[in-house]
C-alpha cells in the first residue's frame, strides 16, 4: 500500500510540475490571467470625498489616482491573478490525488488492514 501512496504522490507532482511548466500551459495560463487582469481594471472603482477639496488638492489626487490605475496597478493585478490560478490548478491536481487515494483505500481488501 505504501508503493501505492508514493506512486500517486509522484503523479500528482509531475502533474503540478505540467500544468505549471509545460509551455501549452504556461500559454493558457498566461492568456487566461490577462484576460482576468483586464476585466479587474475595467472596472471603475471612484474615491469619494467627504468634503469638497479645492482644486489643486483634487487634481493631485486625480493624477495620483490615474498613475497608480495606470502604471502600479496592472503589474500587481496580474501577479496576484497568476498566483491565484496556479494554486487553483494545484487545488485541483491534489484533488485528484486525494480521489486516487481514496479509490486505492477502498480496494484494500477487508482483512489486510494494518494492525495495532
Do not use: W
Not at 6 to 32: A, W
Not at 76 to 93: C, G, I, T
Request: charged residues 30%.
Amino acid at each position: 500500500m505504501q508503493k501505492k501512496f508514493q506512486e500517486i504522490l509522484h503523479r500528482y507532482k509531475v502533474d503540478v510540475f505540467h500544468r505549471e511548466h509545460d509551455k501549452g500551459s504556461v500559454t493558457d495560463l498566461t492568456k487566461q490571467c490577462l484576460h482576468v487582469t483586464e476585466d479587474v481594471l475595467q472596472q471603475k472603482y471612484h474615491y469619494h470625498f467627504h468634503k469638497l477639496p479645492d482644486a489643486n488638492r483634487a487634481e493631485i489626487i486625480n493624477m495620483i489616482n490615474n498613475y497608480v490605475r495606470e502604471a502600479i496597478l496592472p503589474p500587481v493585478v496580474e501577479k496576484l491573478v497568476e498566483r491565484q490560478m496556479r494554486l487553483e490548478l494545484r487545488l485541483e491536481a491534489m484533488l485528484n490525488m486525494n480521489r486516487e487515494i481514496l479509490e486505492a483505500l477502498s480496494e484494500q481488501p477487508a482483512g489486510s488492514g494494518a494492525k495495532r
